[in-house]
């Protein structure tokens, strides 16, 4: 049976973001409410991974020590909240570099779908900005808008044109958690109809 799985950005959809790049341990801040809505997903059986640009690597303002730190805070404040993320995917390169990895593409995801063995079709991905989402959407994902980070901006208007068609808004990443628990599990009812026959 495929894993529940939820693919999320980092900057703005978990932790702080900053116009200067958050560069060390020290300036990774979580949001509020955010690990423990980590905590809620994987208590509801979700696998929960990360799919973020850290192109601070590639433009030099801070090093892969650095970006390990972060995760390592990261990791040690979701234990505490009873929380794990199973795995960071991250993009390394500056936007001038042309990867494939870099959000709006899907390398990223491509990487999850190939670590995991499965199609992410229906998978649901959440972050702050309009990049994050095409990147997901590129493979088939459900997409999902926060309005924290730089999705503050489009709090209480109705998402631009340019977004992928079906994407939902959530004010953070607790009202997204909130909603995925509260959905009927389709898996789950199609095993149960499957045994009856």
């Not at 495929?2 to 959809?13: E, M, N, S, Y």
């Not at 850290?54 to 020590?65: H, I, K, M, N």
């Not at 959000?103 to 992410?120: C, V």
């Not at 926060?146 to 998402?159: M, N």
Request: net charge negative; glycine share 10%; aromatic share 6%.
């Amino acid at each position: 049976m495929q894993i529940k799985l939820v693919i999320l950005d980092r900057d703005g959809t978990i932790n702080q973001d900053s116009d200067d790049y958050v560069k060390s341990a020290d300036e990774w801040i979580p949001l509020p409410g955010a690990l423990e809505a980590i905590a809620r997903l994987n208590h509801a059986g979700w696998h929960v991974v990360v799919a973020s640009n850290q192109s601070g690597l590639g433009r030099g303002l801070f090093d892969v020590a650095s970006l390990n730190a972060m995760h390592t805070k990261m990791h040690k404040l979701l234990a505490a909240a009873g929380g794990r993320i199973d795995a960071v995917f991250y993009c390394p390169h500056s936007p001038e570099e042309a990867c494939q990895c870099r959000k709006p593409l899907p390398g990223l995801f491509e990487q999850i779908g190939e670590r995991y063995g499965m199609d992410l079709k229906g998978v649901h991905t959440v972050g702050d900005s309009l990049r994050d989402l095409q990147g997901g959407a590129a493979v088939g994902c459900a997409t999902h808008l926060v309005h924290t980070g730089k999705g503050e901006k489009l709090k209480g208007q109705a998402l631009p044109e340019d977004f992928p068609a079906g994407t939902l808004a959530h004010a953070d990443l607790a009202a997204f958690a909130d909603w995925l628990i509260t959905q009927p599990d389709a898996t789950l009812k199609s095993h149960k109809a499957g045994s009856k026959a």
